[in-house]
């Protein structure tokens, strides 16, 4: 998993975590911490315990394999948000006490089939689209699929789970309300067949802007990473307190001058306007850093903004230190994050890459070497 060419340098405030999963316990009744793919490149293992230190006894992860990977050290319930896929997940389920997110009826089939084999009962999730057009059964299959669990008689349905699609935009709450009318049915359609299973439908964003649609269980993932859903809109403040945990460095490996109507990098597509000095740092594409922030966006250096200038490099990157004194060779410089108030937050970052926080978290996160354990 780890890297082992790269001089990146990526940190995670576990403390960060765990405040924002707090602050975010305190709007909602029982939050399931998202944690799928590698906790968004934080470290599954190492972020589920720090939550688990602080209250937390049920985690979504992405897979019946991550879920496998994370069951031996945490006490709680593991939910898989992508269901059994091959044979083998079916066996994980059953004998890790996986609670599985099912979207398919061949999932259900299947997982009857390996309860009864070894002679035990199995909670399920089952999944419903409600407008994400995604994974999930539709609403209207409803009938089918209580008809399904009569026979299946291994299967309990715990809980229900739709995905919202717009709760982070200010401007779409009318299609939320759509969605959470639709998962309203799928439950009374359940309840009317005599189940009681728990409900959950909102994410981070639904979670801090829609009290009203709680239900039972929270699935929040990109705030617990400090990213705030509302960055830049007119809800900015519903994610207000939200603090990012991971940060990245990168040291300087070169300075040297640049004078003026000289290029830099390959193309040639920055030419300096007067004399410049420039750090080369030892970062780059080959470290998940984008070739697309080619002169976009900045490094922090000495808690200075320093403009990356001409293209970013497979390991190197040139910022532009003109006005930051003092540079030299092993100074480190923050691609993300950074030293007390100075900071480049994950949703600047992500303007400049012409993304999201999710995808910087996730990129940036694979050159993590604190192994896993
Ligand atoms: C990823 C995911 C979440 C978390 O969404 P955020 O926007 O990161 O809060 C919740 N539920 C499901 C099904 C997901 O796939």
């Known amino acids: 998993m780890a890297v082992d060419y790269n001089l990146l340098r990526v940190g995670v405030d576990l403390r960060a975590i765990a405040d ?5 316990r305190s709007k909602g009744t029982r939050l ?7 906790a968004y490149g934080h470290g599954l293992v190492a972020v589920a315990r720090a939550l688990e230190s602080c209250g937390a006894d049920f985690f979504a992860v992405g897979t019946v394999e991550e879920a496998a990977r994370l069951c031996p050290s945490v006490s709680g319930t593991v939910l898989a948000l992508l269901g059994p896929q091959r044979r083998e997940d079916y066996q994980t389920v059953v004998e890790q006490g996986v609670l599985p997110l099912v979207s398919r009826m061949d999932q259900l089939a299947q997982l009857q089939e390996q309860a009864a084999s070894k002679d035990t009962r199995l909670p399920v999730a089952l999944k419903f689209d409600t407008g994400m057009a995604r994974l999930g059964f539709a609403p209207q299959e409803s009938p089918k699929i209580l008809a399904a669990l009569r026979r299946y008689d291994r299967l309990t349905p715990q809980w229900l789970i739709s995905h919202l699609a717009t709760a982070d935009d200010p401007d779409q709450a009318a299609f939320v309300r759509e969605q959470a009318e639709r998962f309203q049915r799928v439950h009374a359609a359940f309840s009317l067949a005599g189940h009681a299973p728990l409900s959950s439908l909102v ?5 801090l802007a829609f009290p009203d649609l709680a239900w039972d269980g929270q699935r ?3 705030a617990l990473y400090g990213a705030n859903p509302f960055h830049g809109t007119r809800l900015e403040h519903l994610g207000r307190g939200l603090r990012p945990a991971m940060e990245v460095s990168a040291p300087v490996v070169a300075v040297h001058p640049l004078r003026k109507g000289a290029s830099i990098s390959y193309g040639r597509t920055y030419v300096a306007d007067q004399d410049k000095t420039v750090a080369i740092v030892a970062a780059g594409y080959a470290d998940n850093y984008s070739r697309g922030l ?9 808690g200075r903004r320093a403009p990356i200038l001409g293209r970013v490099c497979m390991q190197l990157t040139a910022v532009d230190v003109t006005d930051i004194p003092g540079v030299v060779p092993g ?14 937050l994950p949703e600047e970052l992500a303007a400049w890459w012409g993304t999201i926080p999710y995808e910087v978290f996730c990129l940036l996160g694979m050159n993590r070497r604190v192994p896993e354990t």
Do not use: E, T, W, Y
């Open 20 to 24: 924002n999963f707090r602050l975010l």
């Open 331 to 344: 100074d480190p410089v923050f691609l993300l994050g950074g030293v007390g108030n100075q900071r480049i």
């Open 294 to 302: 080619s002169n976009k966006g900045c490094m922090l250096v000495h």
């Open 32 to 38: 399931i911490p998202v944690i799928k793919a590698n």
């Open 203 to 207: 994410n981070s964003a639904g979670l």
């Open 220 to 222: 929040p993932g990109i």
